[in-house]
T-cell receptor, first 115, second 112 residues
Framework: DSGVTQTPKHLITATGQRVTLRCSPR?????VYWYQQSLDQGLQFLIQ???????AKGNILERFSAQQFPDLHSELNLSSLELGDSALYFC??????????????FGPGTRLTVL | QQQVKQSPQSLIVQKGGISIINCAYE??????FPWYQQFPGKGPALLIA?????SEKKEGRFTISFNKSAKQFSLHIMDSQPGDSATYFC???????????FGQGTRLTINP
């Protein structure tokens, strides 16, 4: 168990809808990362927050947004959902802001299915 | 230039054999190369990592070989066991950078 928790485990919704994925980092970790894992795109970095502030952006669509709250948990909001948004969404956390070389601990993921 | 290419996509090895997964990168500025292991239903977990100032790093049955001139690195799993069956991802990043660039993954199956 990595110590990173994600809810919900599974989410099934319809096109055009909006969902919120939640992540609680490991105790003591200040950085949170969001990744999307799909069969055709592999693991893609979406966005990183460090201590409440956006730190880095990757291949995140404009329909997606995230935030990190004062208690350090993070939420990823996905809106105007399309079939292609169906994927596994992982949250990871690390101690430091320089996530590349800092060990990132991944949560179990949220499987999103858009029908 | 930010891509990491991983091969093979899938690999079947007999128990006790050597599993070899290869990765290649373009960006010569990359200076940290981790490997992640992912079991079904779980998130990826760091397995082993290497920096380009060494050509090899070994941890138990897992070894990373690094060829800086060829811009390639590989994971070798010695004495492969059924419990090693998982998906393996190579990755690369820059020191101080925030994001990891992942390869496409290799699904490894160890037959008993």
């Amino acid at each position: 168990d990595s110590g990173v928790t994600q809810t919900p485990k599974h989410l099934i919704t319809a096109t055009g809808q909006r969902v919120t994925l939640r992540c609680s980092p490991r105790s003591g970790d200040l950085s949170v990362y969001w990744y999307q894992q799909s069969l055709d795109q592999g693991l893609q970095f979406l966005i990183q927050y460090y201590n409440g502030e956006e730190r880095a952006k990757g291949n995140i669509l404009e329909r997606f947004s995230a935030q990190q709250f004062p208690d350090l948990h993070s939420e990823l909001n996905l809106s105007s959902l399309e079939l292609g948004d169906s994927a596994l969404y992982f949250c990871a956390s690390s101690v430091h802001p320089s996530g590349g070389t800092d060990t990132q601990y991944f949560g179990p993921g949220t499987r999103l299915t858009v029908l | 230039q930010q891509q990491v290419k991983q091969s093979p996509q899938s690999l079947i090895v007999q128990k006790g054999g050597i599993s070899i997964i290869n990765c290649a990168y373009e960006n010569t500025a990359f200076d940290y190369f981790p490997w992640y292991q992912q079991f079904p239903g779980k998130g990826p977990a760091l397995l082993i990592a290497i920096r380009p100032d060494v050509s090899e790093k070994k941890e138990g049955r897992f070894t990373i070989s690094f060829n800086k001139s060829a811009k390639q690195f590989s994971l070798h799993i010695m004495d492969s066991q059924p419990g090693d069956s998982a998906t393996y991802f190579c990755a690369a990043t820059l020191q101080g950078a925030q994001k990891l660039v992942f390869g496409q993954g290799t699904r490894l199956t160890i037959n008993p």
